[in-house]
């Protein structure tokens, strides 16, 4: 089945910058939607950004636009999300997710359920 590996959290202060990397493999259909969702503890896992890999096309949660730019490594088969200006609730371990079956007559899907594959997470801290 699809295999998906997050890389690149660690941690960073108040105001600096990560980039996290995606790599799906065997193989990166033109099919898919690319997810970055985030769960902290205690709260209920969120949606991050979404990236459809045919066309580049994305989509941001409210609390990452203009911070957080998603974006994909076609050649590489990778999808990154560099996070700037970084704040305190971004705290949290970020799973990257496949959906199949993005559907191209609607926006990009931000639903949890709608992703059938998962990584296992790396863990973002952001201390002041």
């Known amino acids: 089945q699809v295999q998906v590996q997050e890389s690149g959290g660690g941690s960073v202060q108040v105001g600096g910058s990560l980039t996290l990397s995606c790599a799906v493999s065997p193989y990166m259909y033109a099919s898919y939607g690319i997810g970055w969702f985030r769960q902290a503890p205690g709260k209920e896992r969120e949606f991050v950004a979404v990236?459809?890999?045919?066309?580049?096309?994305?989509l941001y949660a409210d609390s990452v636009k203009g911070r957080f730019t998603i974006s994909r490594d076609v050649p590489g088969e990778r999808v990154n999300l560099r996070m700037n200006t970084l704040e305190y609730e971004d705290t949290a371990v970020y799973y990257c997710a496949v959906d199949r079956n993005t559907d191209n007559y609607r926006p990009p899907r931000r639903e949890a359920r709608s992703f059938e594959d998962w990584g296992r997470g790396t863990q973002v801290t952001v201390s002041s």
């Open positions: 990236i459809r890999w045919r066309t580049g096309l994305t």
